[in-house]
């Protein structure tokens, strides 16, 4: 197979996966009507149709996120940033979330100050978002905590549970040399592709001499998993 023909197979599978991504949303709206509808009437099953949505939510997640490492192999990954309040930020992505989170009765709060504003790329930093909230649900007991601050004229976003925490080999931190693992081993499922998409995405992220970083550490706000995101 020649260069172009290897181009038009990749073009053609991105094609794919976008069709794929859009069938999945709409999967996932029918399960939560049906999910919905199951909780009224107190049908036994109720929570095979929330692990369901769990699982279709995980991988609609997932093409997103391919979608995007696919656009940033061609060319730099581009933050469009724009400004925010980020209380503002973080309830519509509460709001994204915590229907899922709530049915399994996990509560969701967000804290930052009202006044907070800040620049950044609200599509790529939601998929981040999602995607922590994602792994929220599986691990979390009754609680999440989504909260903003202020990091000198950055923005510092953390997002706590009070699961029983991340595993060694993904607690890390990108702003330290060496606190990371390779972006490649990124793809061989040791780390996951979520965190691989939040490397690119913060270090897209650029001011000046700085750029974006993430931690992933145990014992935060709520005595869980912390996965905590600096933006310039």
């Known amino acids: 197979m020649d260069d172009r023909q290897r181009l038009n197979f990749v073009d053609i599978l991105a ?35 929330l692990e369901l949505q769990y699982e279709i939510q995980r991988l609609n997640s997932n093409l997103i996120r391919l979608l995007a490492l696919y656009k940033a192999e061609r060319t730099p990954l581009k ?18 979330n915590e229907p899922l989170l709530a049915r399994k009765g996990i509560a969701v709060e967000t804290d930052c100050p009202s006044d907070l504003f800040r620049a950044f790329d609200k599509g790529l930093v939601t998929g981040i ?14 609680k999440v905590l989504l ?21 060694p080999r993904l607690l890390m931190d990108s702003s330290r040399e060496g606190g990371i693992a390779e972006p490649s081993s990124f793809l061989t499922g040791n780390t996951g592709l979520g965190l ?4 690119l995405v913060a270090r897209a992220h650029r001011r000046d001499d700085r750029e974006g970083y993430f931690r992933v550490t145990n014992g935060g706000a709520l005595g869980g998993g912390c996965f905590a995101l600096y933006l310039p």
């Not at 996966?17 to 009224?40: F, I, P, Q, W």
């Open 147 to 167: 909260a903003g601050r202020p990091e000198g004229d950055g923005l510092l976003i953390e997002a706590s549970d009070d699961g029983p925490g991340y595993p």
């Open 196 to 199: 691989y998409f939040a490397l």
């Open 15 to 49: 094609s794919t996966l976008h069709d794929t991504k859009n069938a999945m949303g709409m999967v996932y709206s029918r399960l939560e009507e049906m999910g919905d509808h199951c909780r009224e009437r107190g049908c036994p099953r109720h929570a095979d149709l």
């Open 79 to 96: 933050v469009n940033c724009d400004l925010h309040n980020v209380s503002d930020f973080l309830d519509e992505v509460l709001d994204r």
């Open 129 to 142: 978002l999602d995607n922590v909230l994602n792994n929220a649900f599986r691990y979390a007991k009754v």
